[in-house]
């Protein structure tokens, strides 16, 4: 191993735009999120992303707290979602 590398889950920092296109769309963020969800990445995101993401899915995808599988995936409270990630704040 070089000096400075540490063996560990590549870590990753999604846009809000990749996050709300996995959670609707099948293709690439779909994957990414598959990988946060099997805990193959580590996944970072701010506050202010979390709250981003949560207004676009409410405004334009019409999604509420009680939905709890869309296009057969399972949603995740905001509970488990964050259980998933490490805030960076």
């Known amino acids: ?34 990988l946060v969800l099997l805990k193959e990445v580590e996944l970072y995101v701010s506050p202010f992303i979390l709250k981003e993401v949560a207004e676009v899915l409410e405004r334009k995808f019409d999604w509420d707290e009680g939905r709890n599988e869309y296009q057969g995936i399972k949603i995740l409270s905001p509970a488990e979602f964050l259980k998933l990630l490490t805030i960076i704040e």
């Open 1 to 34: 191993m070089n000096i400075g590398q540490k063996k560990g889950k590549p870590k990753v920092v999604l846009d809000s735009n990749v996050i709300i296109s996995g959670l609707n769309f099948k293709g690439n963020p779909r994957e990414i999120l598959n």
